[in-house]
């Protein structure tokens, strides 16, 4: 929600995946979901962590299914906020040793 409040503060990462290495980012609405056997029970960062490791060597669109699957068991029919995921991973491609992914490749005609 950028641009909704006057004074937003952010912070700026830099984190390299290695090959196979997923990403995920996902909105509140993940961990805060409401559900469990009486409806009152977040899903938490424990459940997702839990969730995570074993979707290890997944693809990223097989991971978000995944989460999204369990969050919207997890909640049954209660209401929720918003849930938003996303999954980026790095090819499992092997480059020539002289390119590392941050300095520049050689052409070679």
Not at 4 to 31: F, H, K, N
Not at 70 to 75: F, M
Request: net charge negative.
């Amino acid at each position: 929600l950028i641009g909704v409040l006057p004074d937003v503060r952010s912070v700026t990462a830099e984190v390299d995946l290695r090959p196979g290495e997923t990403c995920l980012l996902y909105t509140d609405g993940v961990t805060e979901a409401r559900g469990g056997p009486l409806g009152d029970v977040m899903f938490g960062d424990a459940r997702l962590r839990d969730a995570l490791a074993e979707c290890a060597g997944m693809p990223a669109e097989a991971v978000v299914e995944r989460i999204h699957m369990l969050v919207a068991e997890w909640i049954g029919d209660n209401r929720h906020d918003d849930i938003a995921v996303m999954a980026i991973t790095a090819p499992r491609t092997t480059h020539l040793t002289a390119v590392d992914g941050h300095t520049a490749g050689r052409y070679t005609a």
